[in-house]
């Protein structure tokens, strides 16, 4: 029988903080850590001040392909491969690494994170899988998501070529009517 190691544990108890804090899913904890399942959830509990929420994770490719989870699931993975490829990391360090980027970007445009980091650990595993890969435009050249055995010599991105109702939430609405009120 093999030893637990208190350093090992510490490290696993550490990571699966900062994935908490980052809004992991407890099935991202147990896939990424060796601690038990009470001990996540009673970590989480501690963490977050709540439960866990209970639900299956996505489990759809063709959430990635649709307009807007696809550009912003292309500029995460865009990212996480320069941060593997670049900075040493893997794993789910690259992962959180990437996600801290992509975040940081979201708030510097003001706007809220279409990805969560579960999905962004799921995209990457969807990835690694060979499920889905980065396919670049033909028109821009930018690198974006698309269905590995899809047809994508002719591929064009959905920022070149934007869907009729691209962008058309109430929100969005509304604050072009204080616009042009204004």
Not at 95 to 123: C, K
Request: hydrophobic share 35%; glycine share 8%.
């Amino acid at each position: 029988m093999a030893q637990k190691s208190l350093v090992s544990e510490a490290q696993d108890t550490q990571l699966a903080i900062e994935l908490v804090g980052m809004g992991a899913r407890l099935q991202v904890l147990e896939a990424e850590t060796s601690l038990s399942r009470e001990r996540l959830i009673k970590l989480y509990k501690e963490v977050r001040g709540e439960s866990p929420p209970k639900g299956l994770l996505p489990f759809s490719t063709d959430w990635f392909t649709t307009w807007l989870p696809n550009i912003h699931g292309s500029l995460f993975a865009n990212i996480h491969r320069y941060v593997s490829e670049h900075a040493g990391l893997s794993g789910i360090h690259a992962t959180m690494q990437a996600y801290r980027l992509y975040r940081e970007h979201q708030q510097d445009e003001g706007g809220e994170p279409v990805l969560g980091l579960t999905r962004a650990w799921t995209l990457v595993r969807f990835m690694d899988s060979g499920m889905l890969s980065l396919v670049p435009c033909n028109r821009c050249g930018g690198h974006f998501l698309s269905h590995t055995y899809d047809l994508n010599q002719d591929f064009v991105c959905g920022m070149c070529h934007m869907p009729s109702r691209a962008g058309k939430t109430r929100r969005n609405r509304a604050v072009d009517a204080e616009d042009a009120v204004a």
